[in-house]
């Protein structure tokens, strides 16, 4: 996990889209499986100077099979941060 300082924050914040796995924490994927969450998942909201705090652009959530290791759900994971990005992009053009 990268954090931004204020004054990046200040520059570009309202121009600037964060991405991240719906599952608090630096390492969201395995403390989610290690909680034994059955649902991780990916968000794009807007950059914000509270950490991981801006407003919700997307949320797309991702049910796990039973006995996902950690490789496999990082593998599920992909395709919906692909698809985050692209519509969290797409939503911020259209409301602006």
Do not use: C, S
């Not at 570009?12 to 889209?17: E, K, L, S």
């Not at 608090?24 to 914000?48: E, N, P, Q, S, Y």
């Not at 950690?70 to 692909?82: C, F, G, H, N």
């Amino acid at each position: 996990m990268h954090l931004f300082d204020d004054a990046f924050v200040r520059q570009f914040g309202d121009r600037a889209i964060n991405i991240h796995r719906a599952f608090r924490g630096a390492h969201a994927v395995r403390d989610a499986l290690d909680d034994g969450a059955r649902w991780i998942g990916a968000t794009a909201h807007m950059l914000d100077a509270a950490t991981d705090r801006g407003r919700v652009l997307v949320r797309k959530p991702l049910l796990l099979p039973d006995g996902a290791f950690l490789a496999t759900a990082i593998d599920l994971l992909r395709p919906v941060e692909q698809k985050i990005v692209a519509g969290g992009v797409m939503r911020w053009v259209y409301e602006r």
